[in-house]
């Protein structure tokens, strides 16, 4: 092995230097620096090549990630972003907004043994914003294209990864999308977590109270935040509606987009932003280095609390909350929250924002193909080895099957669909030169 790894045990643990929360929830801009090339070599260089790295494992896209660490701590920054992009088609999102402590992070060998983690996402995202600025990233050069083409509905991680790939294997791509801008969450919202939230959105929109004004969905609100921050003119952000400032903010949910939520309305000055969830802070589904963010940032969490009521006339202005305890933990391993008899209190607000999950719309009527099989949450039914849905040719990935989630798991399947696309059109292709 390389002399220049395994240094964790006299090397700290040094995550980019994190501007000063009273500077940056002046503005929008990411929080991190970025690593400078001596601290990228220096963090590499702890990693201590594992045998068995779980780094790897618990990473969705399978990155090759010790190989990139030591290509980096050897300063063969060429070398380590052409593996890294071999694996994922965008490693400087995935290295700035993965949840890395639960993920490649949380499972790093030398965490684990209490010596800090190797900073994979940092490095990630530094070997590929390297690449950007030396310009060693290009569009694809497809000199002889196949005589096929694939139409990609949606323009989010998911649809760009497969159309990507796909394009490398030089077939023909359109990719459509309903909005003007590429990306889908990336650009108007953020990635949210976890299936089971459906279930809590289901539960709360049958609350009493959820038609009274300014209560809004977390895309909703990101969204308009997200189109003024690239210059667009929102119209219900520019009359106030959407606007957090000098308003007390209530934002349900524990996952990422809650955290997004929060901290943007920091950013919009609000007069104080308070997050409810109703499990604890050990049992909630986003990442934990976003919470202690956004509790340096000012946001008042209230944990163990789960909304029951909307108050008031047309507009919300209180929230009646009741208690919960957490008794034994559910199939996904987490406690359940149950409510604590005769807890009830109330809080006032004036903005309230549900970040709650993925809710679905009706897809069948959406594409005009009701005989689109779909699953009781409304997320796409697919053969989970092909990802071909019930209609033949026709293929689905990302949210739009698994529910929210996180944008490296929609990268992932976007590249599996590739896959099975190329399959099957390998196939088609076949058949179509055998009936010739
Ligand atoms: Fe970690 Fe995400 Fe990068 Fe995988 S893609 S190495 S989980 S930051
Ligand atoms: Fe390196 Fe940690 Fe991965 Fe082991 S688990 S290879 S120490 S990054």
Redesign the pocket.
């Known amino acids: 092995m390389s002399e220049k790894m395994l240094k964790f045990v006299n090397l700290e643990m040094q995550m980019p230097r994190k501007r000063v929360h009273s500077v940056r929830t002046k503005d929008f801009k990411e929080i991190y620096d970025q690593f400078i090339n001596e601290k990228a070599k220096e963090q590499s260089s702890r990693c201590s090549q594992c045998g068995v790295p779980f780094?790897q494992i618990?990473?969705?896209?399978h990155?090759n990630?010790p190989d990139w660490l030591k290509l980096t701590a050897e300063g063969r920054l060429q070398e380590a972003h052409e593996l890294a992009h071999s694996t994922?088609n965008m490693?400087e999102i995935?290295?700035s907004i993965?949840p890395?402590d639960r993920?490649?992070?949380g499972n790093c060998v030398i965490e684990k043994a209490g010596h800090g983690t190797v900073t994979?996402?940092s490095v990630?995202k530094y070997i590929a914003d390297t690449a950007w600025k030396k310009g060693w990233i290009k569009p694809i050069k497809v000199l002889k294209e196949i005589n096929q083409s694939v139409g990609i509905v949606g323009a989010g991680p998911s649809g760009l990864a497969c159309a990507e790939e796909l394009r490398k294997l030089r077939y023909k791509i359109t990719i459509y999308d309903r909005h003007d801008r590429p990306g889908g969450l990336l650009i108007y919202g953020i990635p949210n977590f976890k299936l089971e939230k459906y279930t809590v959105e289901r539960r709360t929109n049958l609350l009493p109270g959820s038609d009274l004004k300014n209560i809004f969905p977390a895309m909703e609100f990101l969204t308009a935040s997200n189109r003024k921050g690239l210059g667009d003119k929102v119209k219900n952000f520019d009359n106030g509606i959407l606007n957090a400032k000098n308003k007390d903010v209530i934002i349900i949910g524990g996952g990422d987009t809650a955290m997004d939520c929060v901290r943007t309305a920091v950013r919009q000055n609000a007069k104080s932003v308070k997050c409810l969830y109703r499990r604890d802070r050990e049992n909630m589904p986003g990442s934990a280095r976003e919470v202690y963010n956004a509790e340096e940032e000012g946001v008042e969490f209230t944990w163990l609390s789960n909304p029951i009521k909307f108050i008031g006339k047309s507009q919300i202005s209180s929230v009646l909350i009741e208690k919960m305890k957490l008794v034994t933990a559910d199939s996904s391993g987490r406690k359940k929250p149950e409510p604590i008899l005769n807890s009830e209190f109330e809080m006032k607000v004036d903005m309230l924002i549900k970040a709650l999950g993925f809710n679905p719309e009706d897809l069948p009527k959406l594409f005009d193909s009701l005989e689109l099989s779909v699953s009781k949450w409304g997320t796409i039914k697919i053969n989970l080895k092909t990802m071909e849905t019930n209609l033949p040719g026709v293929f689905a990935a990302g949210d739009i099957v698994r529910g929210a989630s996180l944008v490296?798991w929609a990268i992932r399947d976007g590249r599996d669909a590739a896959v099975s696309i190329q399959k099957y059109l390998e196939k088609r292709m076949s058949k179509r030169e055998k009936a010739a």
Do not use: A, K
């Not at 618990?58 to 896209?61: I, K, T, V």
């Open positions: 780094c618990h990473c969705p896209l990155n990630i994922n490693p995935c290295g993965c890395q993920l490649c992070e994979i996402g990630e490296v």
